[in-house]
């Protein structure tokens, strides 16, 4: 019989490396209980955020900042040239005089830029407007027996109409124009006053005046009879169907045009009455 005071056989024996013991015994293994799973729910997603681009004038912004830019030189370049070295009341009145041209300028050039950065259309919805014509001007083109379709006239040159070799400046602003003008019997002869409009398809003038003829004028000079309130818009010759004045579009634009107009077809117009 073997006795011994040793470690029991299949014992394992503890061994250490270094300082710290490793103890395999099982007294030394320890069953942790069960626990419960924590499940994350989706974590928020982070919104992605473009860097801000370069700051850019919008259209709209930039097209009223230049409209701005077109009127003030408007109204300062006329009150430039009064002269530094006159006397107050002498300045008062050419102030009061060129504050009238300065006015009509605001508009024209008002009325161009307008049409220049919005791309306007003025050639559309002729027929609606004489369509809105009034009572007393209806009833005069009837009472003179105005046919509808039956008038031709020829724009006069004056501060808003200026004919150059091909074609015709426009801008915006009072126009006259000479006419005659069919009826069933005969033709009656006299002078349109209206508006011009200009815009990116050209032009377009309401007439509402008409000034009669009586035949005690000189030559060449302006009628001095009746003058009565009619509604017509013009087209070109053989082209009623078409109204307004289309802007030259098969040549290249001269050089020496003058700024703020527009350049169209034709002066020699076709003229549509309401009746």
């Known amino acids: 019989m073997r006795t011994s005071t040793g470690a029991p056989p299949y014992t394992p024996r503890q061994r250490s490396t270094g300082s710290a013991a490793l103890n395999l015994a099982p007294s030394a293994i320890v069953l942790a209980g069960p626990r419960a799973l924590a499940v994350r729910g989706p974590r928020k997603l982070l919104r992605v955020v473009p860097a801000p681009a370069a700051h850019v004038v919008p259209r709209r912004r930039a097209r009223a900042l230049l409209l701005a830019a077109l009127l003030a030189v408007a109204f300062v370049m006329p009150w430039l040239s009064l002269g530094q070295h006159e006397g107050p009341g002498s300045f008062f009145e050419r102030g009061a005089t060129l504050l009238g041209k300065t006015k009509a300028g605001v508009v024209a050039v008002a009325s161009a830029a307008l049409a220049a950065c919005v791309g306007l259309k003025v050639r559309t919805g002729e027929k609606d407007w004489l369509g809105k014509c009034t009572p007393e001007a209806r009833k005069n083109v009837n009472n003179l027996e105005l046919e509808a379709d039956g008038g031709a006239a020829t724009l006069e040159e004056g501060l808003n109409v200026i004919v150059p070799d091909e074609g015709v400046e426009l801008r915006d602003g009072p126009v006259e124009a000479s006419a005659l003008i069919s009826t069933p019997s005969k033709g009656i002869a006299g002078r349109l006053f209206g508006e011009i409009r200009t815009g990116a398809d050209g032009a377009s003038i309401h007439f509402t005046k008409l000034k009669l003829f009586n035949g005690t004028e000189a030559k060449r000079q302006p009628p001095a009879g009746r003058e009565l309130e009619i509604c017509a818009i013009a087209s070109v ?39």
């Open 237 to 275: 010759r053989g082209y009623g169907a078409d109204p307004g004045i289309p802007l030259v579009t098969d040549r290249p634009r001269p050089p020496d045009l003058h700024s703020g107009f527009v350049w169209v077809t034709h002066r020699a117009l076709e003229i549509h009455f309401a009746h």
